[in-house]
T-cell receptor
Framework: RKEVEQDPGPFNVPEGATVAFNCTYSNSASQSFFWYRQDCRKEPKLLMSVYSSGNEDGRFTAQLNRASQYISLLIRDSKLSDSATYLCVVNAAGNNRKLIWGLGTSLAVNP | DAGVTQSPTHLIKTRGQQVTLRCSPKSGHDTVSWYQQALGQGPQFIFQYYEEEERQRGNFPDRFSGHQFPNYSSELNVNALLLGDSALYLC?????????????FGPGTRLLVL
């Protein structure tokens, strides 16, 4: 099993749709979880840290399910500008400072 | 407050050559991590530096080496370049505070090996 797994997509959704991505991780002791966004040929940019209680930032909601070892990202009222690759990041086994990255999920929001 | 900066932005080399990439972290950050990102892949961790020493290392050969300077800036060196080293090289800076750490990326250096 890969340390961090994501559905690569692509997810094609119309503007205004709600879309959800899941990411599973193998290290049950992981403590740090993040979602990053990466536009084509650009660097990843932090979208959200994911906290145990779940957290929301505007149209974006991140949740952590430790029992099933997955994190999710929900995007409501999708905008064209949300089109990007969304990368799931988890810290490595026994190492809080080393991050393991998923391959990313590609989202295309269509007019 | 300048963010993470990297140089050069693009580089073309031939097989067997050596390359040095540079990174300056965000103000206040003391840790630099280097990643390699091939097309269509997620970033792969190369190594991490803080206090001028390599503290963590991913699964990369010894051809990949680095350095961190007293001002926290860092270099990534790759010797004996292979075609497969063509990728986007990303530098991320961070600092550990209250047990939490978030990495911020520079724009990357796009390396093409011919």
């Amino acid at each position: 099993r890969k340390e961090v797994e994501q559905d690569p997509g692509p997810f094609n959704v119309p503007e205004g749709a709600t879309v959800a991505f899941n990411c599973t991780y193998s290290n049950s002791a992981s403590q740090s979880f993040f979602w990053y966004r990466q536009d084509c040929r650009k660097e990843p940019k932090l979208l959200m840290s994911v906290y145990s209680s779940g957290n929301e930032d505007g149209r974006f909601t991140a949740q952590l399910n430790r029992a099933s070892q997955y994190i999710s990202l929900l995007i409501r009222d999708s905008k064209l500008s949300d089109s990007a690759t969304y990368l799931c990041v988890v810290n490595a086994a026994g190492n809080n400072r080393k991050l393991i990255w998923g391959l990313g999920t590609s989202l295309a929001v269509n007019p | 407050d300048a963010g993470v900066t990297q140089s050069p932005t693009h580089l073309i080399k031939t097989r067997g050559q050596q390359v040095t990439l540079r990174c300056s972290p965000k103000s206040g950050h003391d840790t630099v991590s280097w990643y390699q990102q091939a097309l269509g892949q997620g970033p792969q961790f190369i190594f991490q530096y803080y206090e001028e020493e390599e503290r963590q290392r991913g699964n990369f050969p010894d051809r990949f080496s680095g350095h961190q300077f007293p001002n926290y800036s860092s270099e990534l060196n790759v010797n004996a370049l292979l075609l497969g080293d063509s990728a986007l090289y990303l530098c991320a800076s961070s600092m550990l505070a209250g047990g939490k750490e978030t990495q911020y990326f520079g724009p990357g250096t796009r390396l093409l090996v011919l």
